[in-house]
């Protein structure tokens, strides 16, 4: 009985161990020089690709990819040469080469050096070389006109909607608040608090709004309905009782109490205080916490806010909330409406549908019908990488001992292709929450929840299409500058971030309580990023006086002055300097050439310039099948096969 060897090929390693047992000359190893110059050595030499596996460096990959390793003294057989090796009759041990192994050269090798050169070559390049329009191309350049309307159209329905809840509720200060200046309703004014510092006026805000509440249908130019009871309800310690001596007894246990006022009640009473005495309600004032008005309206817009042109309704929940949370003499008053679109009870005599909305609604359609047909065909492209991935690795590790490293597998992995398919599942999704809200099929406000979906799919969108400017080299350079740049640029960040994260918790514990731009940690933040824009800077020195508070003025002029000069012209400049450098790398690399790769390496001598035998004929599940079936194969069996 004779065992022999039936892989594809033998590793060299094995041929090596052979020989030291005395094949003799019917085996043959190559080494790089040899490879090179087409000689063929005996069995004393050790195997050429167990010495190629040490050569391999880490540096940037070719195609601009500026990542990867390059191949120094690669064998001519891993470039695409044919190296022979005879079957000479060897008896050692009753071993003997096959003549049907897969070497260097060999079709198998062909056809994936063919696949990794046509995987690799940019849209422009497939298309020029098969005549096949890019489907993928096409598609995202319309899809980014098509999604970019859609929105547009969103934009302006959300900014209609958002604006009559802004009324609404300016309408609801000037109706329950007593004493209301309009200036307050200026964003950023600053106007000081609205609050109460006596209980007589507090009494006297109560009875404004529980006024303005009683005679709202009446007295308001909306159409505003009652809706609801009005609720009074305190929120207060359970015990808390201070005497003239500061002796003191607290139970800090937060109670809350409620009592109810209809209409007719309030129209056979004089103010709030006899409705309280009726109902034996007393304020308890030295333990108060805060203290709520609460109640509801509806109302109906007769203005379309979508392509539907009947009426909307809607249902404002509002609390008028006086806060003693601060314990500080004087109780802030707050009005916060809760608004919700309802389901109209009937309607009559609405317009029908014009063909414009009939268009607005039909394209919301186009646009899911668009996003599903881009997210199928960049999942299929990432599932045939994943597959010509493996397909690759396996037969890399079968014939050259040689394993991807996580960078070349990355390089599979097309990027482009993931934030494409993200972009397309939250179009879809925000298209199909307005669809909903311009139906008015659905009582949840989902706005906002569209609002993030579409700008975020919008916005991933117009970034995909940076992918296709690459494609032209003036552009390309950018766009690698950007690449290149980003993980020196994040390494340098967090360093950056350590310096900026301890003056904002300086600069809010020791400004904090003298300057209003420091008074919480957020503001702290936005208020130093802010001078590192160089955005007003005057008024941040000047809101700090020198005799309120001598030292903590000193160490504010410190603060801020090594602030602005380290982050302004040092961090700044340093940031620079790193995007300076990748861009001279590229520039360089444009003129010179870019350094390839192990995989460029492997697959530049294929020939892609015919467009046949680029496609295998097999489907995707049947190349999934043949990687699994063929790794097992491999896996499990021990390479030996017995012959009679």
């Known amino acids: 009985m004779q065992c022999v060897k039936t892989q594809s090929r033998l590793s060299m390693s094995s041929l090596s161990s052979l020989a030291k047992c005395g094949c003799g000359a019917g085996f043959h190893s190559v080494n790089v020089s040899a490879a090179s110059s087409g000689q063929v050595s005996g069995c004393k030499q050790r195997g050429v690709f167990n010495d190629t596996l040490k050569t391999f460096g880490n540096l940037p990959a070719g195609s601009g990819s500026l990542n990867g390793s390059i191949v120094e003294d ?3 057989s891993f470039l695409g040469g044919s190296v022979s090796y005879p079957n000479s009759g060897c008896s050692i041990a009753g071993y003997e080469m096959l003549d049907n192994h897969e070497g260097p050269g060999s079709v198998e090798e062909e056809e994936i050096k063919v696949k990794l050169k046509f995987f690799f070559l940019n849209p422009m390049e497939k298309y020029r070389l098969t005549r096949k329009i890019p489907w993928k191309l096409c598609l995202q350049i319309l899809k980014a006109i098509i999604v970019t309307a859609q929105l547009f159209v969103y934009a302006d329905y959300r900014h209609s909607h958002t604006s009559y809840y802004t009324n609404q509720a300016i309408t609801m200060d000037h109706l329950f608040i007593k ?31 529980i006024s303005g509440w009683a005679s709202v249908e009446k007295n308001s130019f909306g159409p505003f309905f009652r809706n609801s009871s009005l609720g009074f309800c305190v929120e207060h310690y359970r015990a808390a009782n201070i005497t003239r001596d500061l002796l003191f007894s607290l139970d800090t246990q937060l ?39 609460n109640f509801s309206l509806t109302s109906t817009s007769l203005r379309s806010f979508g392509p539907d042109p009947g009426p909307d309704c809607f249902k404002f929940m509002t609390r008028i909330t006086f806060d003693n949370t601060d314990h500080d003499s004087q109780i ?28 607005i609604m039909s394209h919301n359609d186009l646009v899911i019908i668009l996003c599903s047909s881009s997210l199928i065909l960049c999942l299929r492209s990432l599932l045939r990488a994943e597959l ?29 292709y993931v934030a494409i398919s993200v972009n397309d599942c939250l179009i879809i999704a925000g298209s199909a929450i307005k669809l909903l809200l311009e139906l008015k099929t659905t009582g949840e406000d989902y706005w906002d929840m569209c609002s993030l979906m579409l700008g ?33 640029m994040c390494r340098f960040m967090v360093c950056a971030a350590m310096l900026y994260t301890g003056f904002v918790f300086a600069g809010w514990s020791v400004l904090g309580p003298h300057h209003s731009k420091f008074d919480s940690l957020m503001s702290t933040s936005e208020c130093l990023f802010s001078l590192i824009n160089g955005d007003d800077m005057y008024a941040t020195f000047d809101l700090i006086h020198f005799h309120e ?29 790193i995007i300076m450098d990748t861009y001279e790398v590229v520039k360089i690399y444009y003129n010179h050439g870019f350094p390839q790769s192990r995989l460029e390496y492997f697959f530049s001598s294929a020939d892609v310039d015919s467009p046949s035998g680029l496609c295998s004929g097999k489907s995707s599940l049947e190349r999934l099948c043949s990687i699994i079936r063929r790794a097992w194969n491999f896996s499990n069996h021990d390479g030996y096969e017995e012959l009679d």
């Open 332 to 359: 802030s008053i707050s009005l916060d409406v809760k608004s919700a679109r309802i389901q109209c009870s009937s309607q009559t005599a609405v317009t029908p549908c014009s063909a414009y909305s009939q268009l």
């Open 549 to 577: 508070s001598p030292s903590v003025w000193v160490y504010s002029r410190v603060y801020l002055y090594t602030f602005i000069g380290l982050f302004i012209y040092l961090v700044l400049s340093l940031l620079i300097s």
């Open 456 to 488: 975020s799919g919008n916005f991933l969108v117009w970034f995909g299409l940076l992918r296709y400017l690459g494609f032209f080299k003036t552009y390309n350079v950018l766009i690698l500058t950007m690449k290149g740049a980003v993980p020196n």
């Open 255 to 293: 109670v809350e109490h409620c009592i109810y006022l209809q209409k007719e009640q309030w129209n056979k009473m004089d103010n709030s205080q006899e409705w309280l005495r009726g109902e034996n309600f007393t304020v308890p004032w030295q333990a108060l916490e805060r203290l709520y008005l």
């Open 388 to 416: 010509l991935k493996y397909e690759a690795e396996f037969f890399l590790e079968r014939n050259y001992g040689l394993s991807l490293t996580s960078s070349e597998k990355l390089e599979f992995l097309n990027l482009w």
């Open 179 to 209: 004493d209301w200046d309009q200036s307050r309703e200026i964003q950023g004014s600053d106007t000081g608090k609205l609050a109460v510092y006596r209980q007589s006026d507090f009494y006297k805000f109560v009875d404004f709004a």
């Open 74 to 76: 690669l064998p001519t």
